[in-house]
């Protein structure tokens, strides 16, 4: 058996009898949240819906059942919206003579057994009723009475008809049948949250529904069910890698991943509504065919085996990756125009992206302080680094890149006095102290003068200290070019932090200690503190302008061809 999916009015629900058992909480919505409901409902108006004899709807969230006889079902989740829906059919009633009231349906709590008499009687009942002060009927009782003041405070000249009208047909609730699991445990299992009543979960029983399967034949839907059921489960998986998820999208969204594909297929977004992606599919399957089914999921399909190819092929890989991460480009108008490229086509129109993307920055003026397109060029130069490789297959982790926070990172220390060091004083000396080169021209003499310092606390002292050592290991670096691009690179917040503006001696044993413990160091951040940029014999311990035009050079190489007008 296979569980029930369905849209119902509120007006399909008057057929039913509901029995709400001990293991659920009592009623408790606010009289804040009745009224909430009650004004989204006047407030909606349903439009025709183009191509189609449908109209809008006003959807609320899911009702799970488990059927016990013909017409009475024991309520598994959503028994403050039934509760609340009965309160209000019950207001909307007395405003009819009583032979023309609607027979509405009846709700039992199994923890309150008068609770189906209480409910009948709301009319007759005031606050001095004695008899029915225990705290659900307390919260039941003070919701209607919230009710009744919301439909007073409308006055005459509010269209109560109109509203009932609005409420009975055009609101509908995902009516979700449980015929499988036993009901204790589908609502502990939906009420921990490890599986909510998501989009991805009510689509997922769109397409199992045996009702949408026209085949007489039990076992060849059995076996569809089987291997759709299959499938979901292996893209599920397959997003479930982070390296794999993290390359299409941003931040963590969904429980369930695959609802991302859902997302990108759906034309009516409304981020106002929890269940738009789910109504968009429920509009699909209307018409209840195989066709209907086989359609519909070839074409999720189509979109999970493009995602896969391109993220299997290493250079549309991290060109597809960069685009998303810089939000140049969504994944979504990504698959849309390679539907209509040849492969080299696509291929072509993502260098133009990538051209595009980077189009306005003067590389040869860009400074620190434009932070946006420093960070952007980084990324890009590091990614590109990666590429060029022709032995190399290792990939950018766009997973560890967007779930980190990243610095613009001065190689050579700037001599600044608002970054000089205040708390620590003594332990930014006394390591720097260690890496002077006592070899080089008036290195001997500072070694000895950080070695004696102690007056920490005299500002003046300690900051020309301070801006000798800076002098000392920034080495013949031209200081007006400390801000450029050439001076700049990407590390992770918490290892740029970690040393504060420690020399540079101190920022590459760091960052080696870090890339030891398996942090993530950029590429091309590791290549300027392993000296790969500077001439044989390296100088360890400085950040050279040799290195740094070397570095340069290695930067507008690398990046040339996207930056050429």
């Known amino acids: 058996m296979t569980n029930v999916l369905e849209l119902k009015t509120i007006n399909e629900l008057l057929k039913y009898n509901f029995f709400i058992p001990s293991y659920q909480r009592g009623y408790r919505w606010s009289e804040n949240e009745i009224i909430d409901l009650l004004n989204d409902i006047s407030e909606f108006k349903p439009r025709e819906v183009e191509n189609s004899n449908d109209k809008t709807w006003y959807c609320l969230q899911p009702i799970v059942v488990k059927k016990i006889n013909n017409n009475l079902f024991e309520v598994i989740d959503g028994q403050q919206r039934l509760t609340s829906i009965y309160l209000i059919l019950f207001r909307l009633n007395q405003f009819s003579a009583e032979e023309h009231r609607e027979t509405l349906f009846e709700l039992e709590y199994e923890t309150r057994k008068e609770s189906s008499t209480f409910l009948k009687e ?11 002060q225990n705290i659900d009927f307390h919260y039941i009782f003070q919701a ?15 269209n109560r008809y109109e509203f009932l009208s609005n409420f009975q047909y055009n609101t509908k609730v995902i009516w979700y049948e449980n015929l499988e699991e036993d009901s204790i445990s589908i609502f502990t299992r939906i009420n921990i949250g490890k599986i ?38 292996f893209i599920e998986q397959s997003l479930q890698r982070n390296r794999f998820w993290y390359f299409l999208n941003g931040k963590e969204k969904s429980v369930n991943r695959i609802e991302f594909i859902f997302d990108l297929m759906n034309d009516e977004d409304d981020k106002n509504d929890k269940y738009s992606i789910f109504r968009f599919f429920n509009k699909k399957f209307l018409n209840k065919t195989k066709s209907t089914i086989d359609n519909n999921w070839q074409e999720i399909k189509q979109r999970f085996q493009r995602f896969s190819e391109w993220y299997e092929e290493r250079d549309l890989y991290h060109k597809i990756g960069y685009l998303v991460c810089i939000n140049h480009k969504t994944i ?3 698959y849309n125009k390679s539907i209509d490229f040849t492969k080299s086509e696509f291929r072509d129109y993502l260098d133009i992206l990538i051209k595009d993307s980077v189009k306005n920055i003067d590389l040869e003026n860009l400074q620190y302080d434009d932070k946006e397109n420093v960070k952007k060029i980084l990324l890009l130069y590091n990614i590109l680094t990666l590429l060029k490789s022709k032995v190399d297959n290792s990939y950018f982790p766009f997973d560890l890149f967007k779930n980190g926070k990243w610095d613009i990172e001065h190689i050579a220390s700037i001599k600044d006095p608002n970054n000089m060091p205040d708390k620590n004083r003594e ?10 080169d006592t070899a080089f021209k008036g290195g001997s003499e500072l070694k000895t003068e950080t070695t004696k310092f102690t007056d920490f606390r005299d500002d003046d002292k300690f900051r020309l200290l301070y ?43 760091t960052i080696i200690d870090r890339d030891k413990l398996g942090v993530f160091i950029p590429i091309c951040t590791k290549n300027v503190f392993l000296k790969y940029f500077s ?24 990046l040339e061809d996207y930056l050429k007008k």
């Open 535 to 558: 001439e044989y014999p390296p100088k360890i311990s400085f950040w050279t302008q040799e290195d740094r035009e070397n570095y340069e050079k290695d930067l507008f190489n690398v």
């Open 427 to 436: 332990l930014w000396l006394s390591e720097a102290s260690t890496f002077i």
């Open 332 to 334: 979504k108008e990504l």
């Open 122 to 132: 709301l009319a007759n009942l005031n606050d001095d009723n004695l008899e029915y």
């Open 196 to 233: 909510p009543l998501t989009n991805s979960e009510l689509i997922k029983a769109l397409f199992l529904n045996s009702s949408n399967f026209e085949d007489r034949n039990k076992e060849k839907v059995k076996l569809r069910q089987l291997e759709i059921a299959t499938e979901w489960d």
């Open 467 to 509: 801006e000798d050592v800076i002098s000392h290991f920034n080495n013949d670096f031209i200081e007006e070019d400390t801000n450029h691009i050439s001076n700049l690179t990407l590390l992770d917040s918490e290892t740029n932090r970690s040393y504060k503006n420690a020399v540079f001696p101190i920022k590459r044993k």
């Open 144 to 158: 209607y009475k919230a009710i009744k003041q919301w439909f007073a405070d409308k006055g005459n000249s509010f």
